[in-house]
């Protein structure tokens, strides 16, 4: 665990102490005690649970990372006891609003503290016991998948070999700082869709502003989880949603033309039913940052540079490659075992018109062992130069393989407007940033006054999956907004094909 990482568990724990020490300096003196212990973390708790009259060591439990946080909610319900609260909500408040809860009871004059001896004769139902233990478990887990970590499936193939379809993880959310939910009321445990009803599992009734507690920078070579940037409208339909995103489907029908394709869209609702999706509930993603904000990214020939510096690929990492050997047959147990190729998958190995030369979707460590160890006589990148890749325009001819230069905003950084760089800004400022930006004329307009120049209020990030040749990244929808940041991909805890793979579990992820 990082020291960043430790902090940010501290730091919660003294939030979860000091922030209803307002309300708790009354009730204390209600109950005869100083009110100004209220304000020392842990001592106050050990007040409480002095007046409660029940176990001391409790407040030792709570320096426990995370089991400490649900300790100390705990010894709130039991200092809430002493001034005559037993009902289930009553227990919820103290436990996950003290903030507001506290201040009532320290405030009204209705409310009195009673002691630990109404407290001992009071005896919960068998109902209510069950009861009790489902709402802290929903509470534990809820309050685990939004501050600390998250279980997540790997669906397709994006990352291979770095990650397998079926690897299961444990995503940190502390890595970045926990970042609090856009969309608080929601059914729990269920990410945007309710099951068989297939409607929203969230209402927007309270919305909170981006708010991150804690933040930390993405890494460079991080494999990161994000919200997708091209999911805030989604076509709600299983053949569609993140599969086939909104933005793609309407350049599709309008034949590269957006806003043809958005009309075709909006005027047949029922072919092409839309949802629009705040932040938080967009679909979760997970590829390699590789380049952060501030950074200018280019692809020459496959090779990813860095500020004009070229970057190694990670081992993992696997693309095509036309692969001439020194006229050996190829074994299937060494292409597997050495190589880590199937060569009875057609997309793994695949035989040319010369009979010495293969296309072959290598990984990088492949590729360096394929020359060192003399298989290969030669391995040449298979170019795509295929245009179709974001900003979308004419003005920019890139390809997945030979993309950029591209400048990565930075937050407080200012950028020149130019014709040539609205259609790659445009987006981050205008729906990232909330922003509104026209260009009429040549000139730019934003938020209806013109400009020529706009400064970012977040860092964005450049994400592209290791399959090189088999992801749908940054190079097809631009930025990742700091926003949109979910956690950083720690630790394989399973993996399955036809079976355990016993090899992949508990392996940390790089």
């Not at 309710?194 to 991150?212: A, C, D, F, L, Q």
């Not at 590729?367 to 040449?380: R, T, V």
């Amino acid at each position: 665990m990082s020291t960043h990482q430790l902090l940010v568990l501290v730091l919660i724990q003294l939030f979860i102490l000091l922030l209803p020490s307002v309300g708790l300096y009354k009730m204390f003196e209600k109950a005869g005690a100083p009110g100004w212990k209220a304000f020392v973390p842990f001592y106050n708790t050990w007040v409480m649970l002095e007046l409660a009259e029940r176990p001391k060591h409790w407040v030792f439990w709570q320096l426990i990372p995370v089991v400490g946080w649900f300790i100390s909610m705990g010894i709130f319900v039991e200092f809430v006891k002493a001034f005559g609260k037993f009902k289930l909500h009553e227990h919820a408040l103290a436990a996950l609003l003290p903030v507001l809860y506290f201040p009532y009871l320290g405030f009204s004059p209705k409310e009195k503290f009673t002691g630990s001896g109404p407290v001992k004769k009071h005896k919960k139902g068998t109902v209510r016991e069950w009861i009790d233990a489902g709402v802290f478990a929903i509470v534990a887990a809820t309050l685990i998948r939004t501050f600390v970590f998250e279980a997540y499936t790997i669906p397709t193939g994006s990352m291979e070999k770095t990650l397998l379809i079926n690897d299961f993880l444990f995503v940190s959310k502390f890595s970045y700082g926990p970042r609090i939910p856009n969309t608080p009321l929601s059914i729990p445990f269920v990410h945007n869709t309710m099951p068989i009803t297939n409607g929203n599992s969230y209402v927007e009734w309270i919305k909170i502003p981006y708010t991150r507690w804690f933040p930390s920078p993405v890494r460079r070579g991080d494999v990161v989880v994000f919200n997708f940037p091209a999911g805030d409208t989604v076509i709600n339909l299983p053949d569609y949603q993140s599969q086939r995103p909104y933005y793609d489907v309407a350049r599709e029908l309008g034949q590269g033309n957006f806003d043809s394709g958005r009309q075709i869209i909006l005027s047949n609702p029922d072919q092409y039913p839309l949802v629009i999706r705040p932040v938080d509930k967009q679909e979760n993603y997970i590829k390699r940052c590789v380049a952060i904000a501030g950074d200018t990214l280019q692809i020459k020939d496959q090779v990813l540079y860095i500020d004009g510096k070229a970057q190694t690929f990670p081992p993992e990492s696997q693309t095509y490659y036309t692969v001439e050997t020194k006229g050996q047959p190829l074994d299937e147990t060494v292409m597997r075992e050495e190589y880590n190729l199937d060569m009875t998958n057609g997309d793994d190995v695949r035989t040319t018109s010369n009979p010495n030369q293969y296309i072959m979707l290598l990984t990088w460590r492949a590729h360096e062992k394929m020359l060192k160890n003399g298989l290969a006589k030669s391995i040449i990148p298979q170019i795509d130069s295929s245009l179709g890749v974001y900003p979308y325009d004419s003005l920019h001819n890139w390809s997945r393989d030979n993309y950029g230069p591209i400048w990565l905003p930075k937050s407080g950084s200012t950028l020149t407007l130019t014709r040539q760089n609205y259609s790659v800004y445009e987006r981050a400022i205008r729906v990232y940033e909330g922003n509104k930006l026209e260009m009429k004329d040549g000139k730019f307009f934003l938020n209806d006054q013109e400009a020529t120049q706009y400064t970012f209020k977040m860092n964005y990030y450049w994400m592209m999956g290791d399959n090189r040749h088999g992801s749908q990244d940054s190079r097809y929808w631009g930025f990742v907004p700091e926003d949109h940041v979910v956690g950083e991909a720690w630790l394989i805890w399973m993996s399955w094909n036809k079976g355990v793979r016993w090899s992949r579990l508990f392996q940390k992820i790089k």
